[in-house]
């Protein structure tokens, strides 16, 4: 169920909103119960503190919720998530004091602390239902509460799909859930499977899923007739045992979220759907098992492709970057103006910036600035990486055009980034080496399938292409 903001009733229940440095002079402006109820309940208006404020018949009248200093929100996300977990049941509405804040919220901040709280909703109940989260938020007027909700949907279709077990999650029903975003906002879907990939000339999605016997397919959503093209490239390797390179258990563990970047660009999607962008959105998901079996490729094959490099399969572990090399081909022929790919690609992304930055990569600075700029605003944090050109001679083998997993292991993120940038052509690229998992809970955020980009990117959209 899609999170919503709460409607006005005689109920509701002022929250006023309080940084910390600003608290004393708040208080002084307060009746002297109120300054002592907030003193006896050691209050100080940090990052995320709630307190109910009570009448003489112990009803709540009003609600404070800590803002923090500045640093502190520096380190922090979604202040009002964590202030909304501490809450009891209730309806609350905003109320700002100008002696509260040290500034005023920026509509954009206001927005994403909104967004925040209706995150704090969020529960993956498929398979167990969870204790009802009920402290509900009435939209500020300043928002846009409509536009809020859709991202939360978004958001919160990104975690279902990552966090459903492979069982239930295989390529068909990932091809499904491509069929219901479709449906949902009258888009059109061609899904190629199996042996007519062959037919269709994209060799390398049929050979990585080809041991499954959950057939292989390219999903190929389209939406809206006018304005820049963009494409999106989502991997949706729906598990990955590593193939004959078969991964040590530990590591096999979480791999039913190697379809995240699917699951992202597919929130994405819906994004841009929901606010009727004026556009034209292609989205391209090679959908695949990578298992073990004996028709299984091997180590020391050499695969043909979609745009005719021959790719030398020194690792079959590293099978996420031959899935997209076709659909980034097929992508670039429609001549878009702008081509991005999502993928859980490479644990070096992961050394290099933890669990919690989205790695991407573009050749165009303006490009670069205006996603660093956008993720700033929507607390969906990025880092540009380089296209490092003088690591291109570590991508290619003695005995084909490219090697899909160079060794020495250095600059692994790197160097996949540059193994896509081959297939795209001169089509303007930005690719993300994301993880699209939160390993701990955070306000917001639960433990599993995460979102990282969409919102960054939906916000530099209009920057991107000119919209």
Not at 40 to 65: M, V, Y
Not at 437 to 443: H, S, V
Request: charged share 20%.
């Amino acid at each position: 169920m899609t999170p919503r903001f709460a409607a006005v009733s005689p109920s509701t229940i002022p929250l006023v909103l309080i940084a910390q440095d600003q608290l004393e002079a708040w208080l002084s402006d307060q009746p002297q119960p109120l300054q002592a109820w907030v003193r006896l309940n050691g209050f100080t208006a940090a990052c995320g503190q709630a307190l109910l404020i009570p009448d003489a018949a112990g009803r709540a009248t009003q609600a404070l919720a800590g803002y923090g200093t500045a640093a502190q929100r520096s380190r922090k996300r979604f202040v009002l998530a964590a202030v909304a977990e501490k809450l009891p049941a209730g309806c609350y509405q905003l109320q700002f004091d100008a002696n509260a804040l040290e500034t005023p919220l920026s509509d954009e901040a206001l927005a994403t602390e909104c967004l925040g709280w209706l995150l704090h909703h969020y529960q993956f109940e498929r398979y167990k239902s969870g204790k009802a989260r009920s402290a509900e938020l009435v939209a500020p007027e300043s928002v846009d509460a409509r536009a809020i909700e859709s991202l939360a949907a978004a958001e919160c279709l990104t975690r279902d799909l990552i966090n459903t077990p492979a069982a239930d999650m295989g390529p068909d029903q990932l091809e499904q859930a491509v069929h219901d975003l479709a449906a949902e906002f009258d888009a059109s879907v061609g899904v190629t499977i199996g042996e007519d990939l062959l037919d269709a000339n994209l060799p390398l999605v049929h050979t990585v899923g080809r041991a499954s016997d959950r057939a292989p397919r390219l999903i190929d959503m389209q939406w809206g007739s006018t304005g820049p093209k963009l494409a999106l490239v989502g991997k949706g390797v729906c598990f990955d045992t590593g193939g004959l390179n078969l991964k040590p258990g530990a590591s096999m563990g979480l791999m039913k979220k190697d379809m995240g970047g699917a699951a992202n660009v597919l929130g994405l999607a819906r994004m841009i759907m929901a606010a009727n962008l004026p556009l034209q959105l292609r989205v391209l998901i090679p959908a695949v098992e990578n298992a073990v079996a004996g028709n299984a490729f091997r180590p020391g094959d050499v695969l043909p492709s979609r745009k005719g490099l021959t790719v030398e399969i020194n690792n079959t572990d590293a099978e996420g970057r031959l899935v997209l090399a076709d659909a980034l081909t097929l992508a670039d022929e429609g001549a878009p103006d702008l081509v991005i790919s999502m993928a859980t690609l490479t644990g070096a992304a992961r050394v290099a910036v933890g669990p919690d930055l989205a790695p991407f990569y573009t050749d165009f600075d303006a490009d670069a600035a205006a996603l660093s700029t956008a993720a700033s605003t929507q607390s969906d944090p990025v880092w540009r990486m380089p296209f490092h050109a003088p690591y291109e001679t570590m991508i290619e083998p003695g005995i084909a055009d490219l090697d899909n997993a160079p060794s020495g292991g250095f600059a692994g993120s790197i160097t996949a980034a540059l193994f896509l940038r081959r297939f795209v052509g001169d089509s303007r690229y930005m690719h993300f080496d994301i993880y699209g998992w939160m390993p701990n809970a955070a306000p917001a955020r639960p433990k599993g399938g995460a979102a990282q980009g969409p919102r960054a990117l939906f916000a530099a959209l209009p920057t991107l292409l000119d919209l």
